[in-house]
């Protein structure tokens, strides 16, 4: 199976001392080697942030 399940985090919030926000998204492996970024809606910063991908 191609696809995969993977966590997206917050990159901001730690900075500012707020909880992350967490995602779950899929990638296809085959196709997107890199780390996944995508802007996500962080409700503790109540604002659109850039989420990465974690492990």
Partial sequence: MPREIITIECTEARKEGKP???YQTTRNKKTQQEKVE???FNPFLKRHTLH???K
Avoid: F, N
């Fill in 20 to 22: 992350v926000s967490r």
């Fill in 38 to 40: 995508k802007k996500k």
């Fill in 52 to 54: 990465r991908e974690i």
